[in-house]
């Protein structure tokens, strides 16, 4: 090894992380045989896959303390295609990409160590998966490497942020069927099920056309991103990574309307609760669960309580920050919940807020009872041909109150004409699958 080479592994090597008796490089190769190894599956030794491997790794190796308590982006081809600095997604964000084309999910549990647990991770954004399955890999094993992979990073820090995202969309002619990528992330939600500091990313339903394959549009190959498909990746993680508190850390300033007054301060949960479920509730939702035992649990709440002062819900579901109120992704993955305003609202009235949701989620507006649908309408429906719809950014949600009946408007076209509404209630916020955000929410009341 040549001198100036040495002095820039030196750090490593005094660090423990890379040993000096068997030579820096040999810590960085492809291991000869899997004997040994952690995981199961597929490890690529091809001589382009092997000499690909040892050039990035040894780079990176330069690089530890400078890349120190980024955001890393770990994962295969796609990842590593996005560039260093992943196209300027991310504005003021640290990042670090440790992608390596052609790379499995047992390479990355190979390369932890020296390649993300060093760097001591803000948060992780991993996406791997789909070279397994071109190498024969059972989608059971693939996910046991992804849980592997999650104890890891658990294990230097239980609580360190992971944005899990689904396998991308692809093609039997690539040796990747729909079929096969349904069950990984099928078996991905069940790795999230329980861990509230990982979030599943539906990144599946977001690229697949019809047949559940990738669209050429977006992946010319039919297997990598072009910039369009990256536009939207980076679309679909900006409010995931703005929920963990990396990006948009400061509230856009806001002034309602001349009549209009805030149902929501910006800051906290005052003047939003919950209520007692009533009981035509309960039975419906005992109904649910009888007609299909793998229904969301829908939680029924005994005793009200208001959460003025509290910046979270005491589950930690719904979330005052940043002038947002945030609808979370539950643990479960999937769990309805209910929050309403303390006060309720007699008469005619004009409702204004804005939404954006994550890819395939699913939450709603009560309107003094009776829910309006609230998703990423393109992929969870009902309204799924808008044309003004902003996916994954703020969309204007009106909803106008004249007698019994409502007309709701999305960037100003009509999702309901004349949805009917009781005469008296409060306003309300579902919660059900992925995560939801809801600003600017006021309302004016029509003069008596």
């Not at 658990?154 to 360190?160: G, L």
């Not at 990574?241 to 149902?263: A, D, K, N, Q, Y």
């Not at 940043?322 to 409702?351: A, C, N, S, Y």
């Amino acid at each position: 090894m040549n001198a100036p080479r040495l002095r820039l592994l030196l750090p490593l090597l005094l660090s423990g992380l890379l040993p000096l008796a068997h030579g820096a490089d040999s810590q960085l190769e492809i291991p000869a045989t899997d004997e040994g190894l952690p995981g199961a599956g597929p490890i690529r030794r091809y001589d382009w896959f092997r000499n690909l491997w040892l050039e990035k790794r040894s780079t990176w190796a330069t690089r530890v303390e400078q890349d120190r308590h980024a955001v890393v982006f770990l994962g295969d081809s796609i990842t590593q295609g996005w560039g260093d600095d992943l196209g300027g997604a991310f504005p003021g964000l640290k990042v670090a990409n440790r992608g390596i084309s052609g790379d499995t999910t047992r390479g990355i549990l190979v390369r932890m160590k020296e390649d993300v647990l060093a760097l001591r991770p803000a948060a992780v954004v991993l996406l791997i998966g789909t070279n397994d399955l071109e190498e024969g890999a059972d989608p059971a094993v693939i996910a046991a490497n992804v849980r592997l992979i999650l104890q890891r990073l658990r294990e230097q820090d239980p609580f360190v942020p992971v944005v899990l995202c689904q396998v991308f969309p692809a093609s039997a002619t690539v040796r990747r069927p729909a079929d096969k990528i349904r069950e990984i992330n099928r078996l991905y939600a069940e790795i999230k099920k329980g861990d509230r500091n990982t979030f599943l990313l539906e990144t599946w339903p977001l690229f697949a056309d019809a047949k559940g394959d990738a669209k050429s549009a977006e992946f010319p190959d039919l297997l990598h991103p072009n910039p369009a498909g990256y536009a939207k990746w980076a679309a679909s993680l900006r409010p995931v990574l703005g929920t963990m508190g990396f990006l948009e850390r400061e509230p856009e300033p806001f002034t309602p309307e001349p009549g209009f007054v805030s149902l929501f301060n910006g800051r906290d949960l005052t003047g939003w609760g919950v209520r007692v479920t009533p009981e035509a509730d309960i039975q419906g939702a005992a109904n649910w669960k009888k007609n299909d035992p793998n229904a969301p649990d829908w939680p029924i709440v005994s005793r009200a309580q208001a959460f003025d002062g509290l910046t979270k819900s005491p589950d930690h579901r719904y979330v005052a920050r940043h002038g947002r109120i945030i609808v979370t992704q539950p643990p479960e993955t999937r769990r309805i919940q209910q929050m309403w305003t303390t006060r309720e609202f007699t008469g005619d009235f004009t409702l204004r807020l804005q939404f954006r949701a994550t890819p395939n989620a699913d939450s709603g507006v009560f309107l003094r009872g009776p829910q309006l649908q609230c998703r990423d309408y393109p992929i969870a429906g009902p309204y799924k041909d808008l044309k003004n719809y902003r996916a994954q950014d703020w969309n204007d949600l009106e909803v106008v109150v004249t007698g019994g009946t409502a007309r709701c408007t999305c960037n100003g076209e009509v999702i309901e004409a004349a949805f009917k509404v009781p005469a008296t209630g409060p306003i309300g916020l579902e919660g059900d699958m992925g995560q939801m955000e809801y600003r600017r929410i006021r309302i004016r009341l029509a003069k008596p």
